[in-house]
């Protein structure tokens, strides 16, 4: 099957710095790349759907200066999380969309967690 | 804004009770996901339904689209402690992405 990969699966950083993490669809060509936050013991929330080579759409109150997208090719995206403080603290997660058999299967990356000293 | 509900928020049970998780909307799905997710670990898909009325079983695991397109359920039978975990539902209202449930977090003890 499909697979996805995210790094790093953790990092901790102090607050006012940026974090940068990568989501990588390893064997298929992903149309669209989604990032999702989910806190401890909550479900997963979406932030931003990105297309490759056009500007990530983000889900209303996500600051998208502060969670830049960046989706570089059709198997790569990137979520930077500037200047980032401990509310930002949170599970991480991407997943990659092909449109396989026009069902549009998602598939997600095992998810980065973050903490923000 | 548009959202599925899913009951209930947690369950215990034990080991070898049944299980069954419920997901609804107040408008029609085309199509309808399940999820789950393991403490500390990513959520990993598990079926997809698309036809109404549809019935897909997974060994254990009995997954039902409702005439309506309008409500899912999950259903496992004798319960094992590797089923620990959340079991989420998911549904996409416009475009691709994915609207999560809340998700019903199973705890069974042996």
């Known amino acids: 099957g499909a697979v996805v990969s995210q790094h790093p699966s953790w990092v901790i950083c102090k607050s006012g710095t940026s974090v940068k993490i990568e989501c990588r669809s390893l064997?298929?060509?992903?149309?669209?790349m989604f990032w999702y936050r989910q806190f401890p013991k909550q479900s997963l929330m979406l932030m931003a759907t990105?297309?490759?080579?056009?500007?990530?759409?983000?889900e209303q109150g996500v600051e998208k200066d502060k969670f830049l997208i960046n989706h570089a090719s059709l198997t790569l995206s990137t979520l930077t999380v500037t200047s980032a403080h401990p509310e930002d603290s949170s599970f991480y997660i991407c997943?990659?969309?092909?449109?396989?058999?026009?069902?549009?299967?998602?598939?997600f990356g095992p998810g980065t967690r973050l903490t923000v000293t | 804004g548009q959202q599925v509900m899913q009951i209930p928020q947690y369950q215990h049970v034990q080991e070898g009770e049944d299980f069954t998780t419920y997901c609804n909307s107040s408008?029609?799905?085309?199509?309808i996901q399940w999820y789950k997710q393991r403490p500390g670990g990513h959520p990993v898909f598990l079926i997809q339904?698309?036809?109404?009325?549809e019935v897909k079983k997974q060994k254990r695991l009995t997954f039902q689209f409702g005439e309506a397109k309008k409500n899912s359920s999950l259903h496992i039978t004798a319960t094992q402690t590797t089923d620990v975990g959340t079991y989420f539902c998911?549904?996409?209202?416009?475009?691709?992405?994915?609207?999560f449930g809340k998700g019903t977090s199973l705890l069974v003890t042996p």
């Open positions: 339904l698309v036809k109404s009325g």
């Open positions: 997943s990659a969309s092909t449109a396989a058999g026009g069902l549009y299967e998602q598939y």
């Open positions: 408008t029609t799905l085309s199509n």
């Open positions: 990105s297309n490759e080579g056009s500007k990530a759409t983000y």
């Open positions: 064997d298929f060509q992903a149309t669209t």
């Open positions: 998911a549904v996409r209202f416009s475009g691709y992405a994915l609207n």
